[in-house]
Every structure is written in structure tokens, then in C-alpha cells.
């Protein structure tokens, strides 16, 4: 995916606002999981339009704490166009607290091309966000697993994505999933005049 809309692929690990319990986007068999550590339930659903205000409240702390390649604020109708404009291959899963809706994380895997060849049809381009103050609860992996599921029925046989070379905890989640380095792309963002390199990985989908 390129830098657009609100989910980009480079990982950041850093409150969400209540999202409506509203019927999710057609991502089956993902339904809710119970976090050992806190005992709370975390629903795994597809993301709908209405999700765009708490996804928001998920992201802009993110971006705020410097973890993401993205340097500007988001607005709800900024992510609402986003997520109306996901192409047909596109899956947007969040992470709800069951109880009352809020949302703790989310994540996205795009086709990495969308015009002109099929030859890149089997890669997907992954971002990944857990809300700030949720991090090391499971989320980020319960989210894994589910999108290494819809991504296998969607055809996808390879994930990749890039982390910002600072972005430890993002790197770490990564390589704990099965990822693997593959290059680094130096002075690759910008931000505030200051470069920064981001780190190629990737990983293969078993059949």
C-alpha cells in the first residue's frame, strides 16, 4: 500500500474511543477470544464505516508518539474514505473489547498492486496498530492470526511490510510472527527534517 488514507504499512505498537456493535464486513470465523492476562474479551471483526471516529482515537496517538511513518493528523472523514475506498482484496480487521465495543488495535493487508500486472497478486502489504496503553496483551498476536486466516482465503501466499528502523517493539511483534528482515531502505522518510530508515520484512503463508 502507499502512504494514503489511514493504515500504512509501516507498523506502529503504540485510547480507542466505543465503536457501534454493528454487523462486521464479510471476514468469517473470527468471532471473540478471551485475553489470559487480563481476562477481558477481544472480538477480532471486520472494520465498517462506522468504525472510522474510534480508529481516530486509535491512530492519532500513535502517530503523535512518532512510532509510524505517518506524520499527519487524521480526521474521521479522512478514515471513512479509506475505508470506503479499500479495493476488493483489501481486509481491515479491528480488535474490540467485547464488553463495551472499544477499540484496542487494528490491522490491514492490501494488494501490493492494483492496475497494470497481476504478477504481484499473491503479495499483500500488511500495517499494523495497537492502541496506546494495550500494547503486550496479546492483541497485536490475535490480530495475526486471524489476518494470516482471511489472507490465506483471499489468496494472498505472501505478506510484506516496513518498520521504521527506531520502531523496536513494532520490529519485535514482527519477527515474533514469523517475519523476516529482508533490506533496509536508508533515509527513506522524512520527518520534522530529521531521516529515517525503514526495514524491510516479509513472510511466507504455508498452503
Keep these: 500500500m502507499v502512504e494514503s488514507g489511514a493504515i500504512f504499512p509501516d507498523a506502529g505498537f ?6 457501534p456493535q454493528l454487523k462486521p464486513m464479510s471476514f468469517g ?3 471473540t477470544v478471551r485475553m489470559t492476562d487480563t481476562q477481558q474479551e477481544i472480538q477480532i471483526r471486520g472494520a465498517v464505516l462506522d468504525d472510522a471516529e474510534a480508529l481516530v482515537s486509535v491512530l492519532n496517538p500513535i502517530i503523535e508518539a512518532g512510532t509510524t511513518a505517518l506524520d499527519t493528523m487524521l480526521t474521521v472523514a479522512d478514515e471513512r474514505d479509506y475505508i470506503a475506498s479499500l479495493p476488493e482484496r483489501a481486509i481491515f480487521l479491528v480488535a474490540a473489547r467485547a464488553l463495551d465495543g472499544t477499540l484496542v488495535g487494528c ?9 497494470g500486472t497481476h504478477a504481484f497478486d499473491h503479495v499483500g502489504v500488511m500495517g ?8 503486550r496483551r496479546g492483541i497485536g498476536r490475535r490480530l495475526f492470526e486471524a489476518m494470516f486466516e482471511q489472507a490465506r482465503r483471499k489468496g494472498y501466499e505472501k505478506i510484506f511490510t516496513y518498520v521504521r528502523a527506531d520502531n523496536t517493539a513494532g520490529m519485535a511483534a514482527y519477527l515474533g510472527q514469523g517475519f523476516r528482515v529482508i533490506g533496509t531502505a536508508e533515509r527513506h522518510a522524512k520527518i520534522d527534517g530529521q531521516y529515517i530508515d525503514e ?5 511466507f503463508l504455508p498452503d
Design 14 to 19: 503504540v485510547l480507542g474511543a466505543t465503536a
Design 29 to 31: 470465523g473470527l468471532g
Design 107 to 115: 490491522q490491514s493487508v492490501e494488494p501490493f498492486t492494483t492496475g
Design 128 to 135: 499494523t496498530y495497537v492502541a496506546v496503553g494495550h500494547q
Design 199 to 203: 526495514v524491510l520484512i516479509e513472510r
